[in-house]
């Protein structure tokens, strides 16, 4: 069994990639496409990530967690 980080993965590369074939990109245009969703759920991610930490130490900062 796969971990779910790659399910995860496997079926946003599948979905993304069917999808682009269907709206008649060629195969190396569909896959750039894949790459571009993925870097950009990516960076989601880390942007999420970020501002949850920077709000957490806000939070903290102004006696709020105390």
């Known amino acids: 069994m796969m971990p ?13 990639y069917r999808d682009a074939i269907a709206r008649g990109l060629t195969p ?9 969703w993925i870097a950009l759920c990516s960076a989601g991610s880390l ?3 970020t501002v ?4 957490l130490a806000l939070l ?7």
């Open 60 to 66: 903290a900062n102004t006696g709020v967690m105390t």
């Open 47 to 49: 942007i999420l990530a």
């Open 4 to 16: 779910l980080d790659d399910q995860w993965l496997v079926a946003l590369w599948e979905s993304v």
């Open 28 to 36: 190396e245009e569909a896959q750039d496409e894949v790459v571009f």
């Open 52 to 55: 949850v930490v920077l709000g």
